[in-house]
T-cell receptor, first 114, second 113 residues
């Protein structure tokens, strides 16, 4: 257990509503990532953070925003959820930039947009 | 074109055989590479990482890296039914202050008893 907690674990929401997913870590790691996983697409990077208030876009950032106001929390917001955002969302953390540093994953959040 | 590409499979091998999983990457700035295993409904977990050209062995697993060909592979010797899972290849680029980690689509491995 790398001290990562994702919340909620499951959520059903309606199209057009805002949704925020939370990733909380207790390890004080610098790097945090949000991925979505869909059949046939593997893990796709949405946004990532390399420090407090330092974030950057990934492969599939449209329709998503993130915030990191403190080291331990990385929030992913869907401003207006669409059915195409139905997916399993994984948060990952990584300690530093050393080349052999692995990423540890949270348990995932299953989001359904109806 | 995805930055990291894998054959989605399924790759079916008999128990006790060698399973060979392949991955190619397009970003020549990628410096380290990771193999993760993911069981259905679970989170990915790291098997091995490699960042130098050549082979790296850990138990039944061998990772191979060829930077000139932009190719990474994972060999699983003496495959067991418990190895049946999706194997994800990931590449990391350490340019600047960022630390992007990009995954391929994964290869589904099925080990037949």
């Amino acid at each position: 257990d790398a001290g990562i907690t994702q919340s909620p674990r499951h959520k059903v929401t309606e199209t057009g509503t805002p949704v925020t997913l939370r990733c909380h870590q207790t390890e004080n790691h610098r790097y945090m990532y949000w991925y979505r996983q869909d059949p046939g697409h593997g893990l796709r990077l949405i946004h990532y953070s390399y420090g407090v208030k330092d974030t950057d876009k990934g492969e599939v950032s449209d329709g998503y925003s993130v915030s990191r106001s403190k080291t331990e929390d990385f929030l992913l917001t869907l401003e207006s959820a669409t059915s195409s955002q139905t997916s399993v969302y994984f948060c990952a953390i990584r300690k530093d930039r050393v080349m052999n540093t692995e990423a540890f994953f949270g348990q995932g959040t299953r989001l359904t947009v109806v | 074109q995805k930055e990291v590409e894998q054959n989605s499979g399924p790759l079916s091998v008999p128990e006790g055989a060698i399973a060979s999983l392949n991955c190619t990457y397009s970003d020549r700035g990628s410096q380290s590479f990771f193999w993760y295993r993911q069981y259905s409904g679970k989170s990915p977990e790291l098997i091995m990482f490699i960042y130098s050209n050549g082979d790296k062995e850990d138990g039944r697993f061998t990772a191979q890296l060829n930077k000139a060909s932009q190719y990474v592979s994972l060999l699983i010797r003496d495959s067991q039914p418990s190895d049946s899972a999706t194997y994800l290849c990931a590449a990391s680029n350490y340019g600047g202050a960022t630390n992007k980690l990009i995954f391929g689509t994964g290869t589904l491995l099925a080990v037949q008893p």
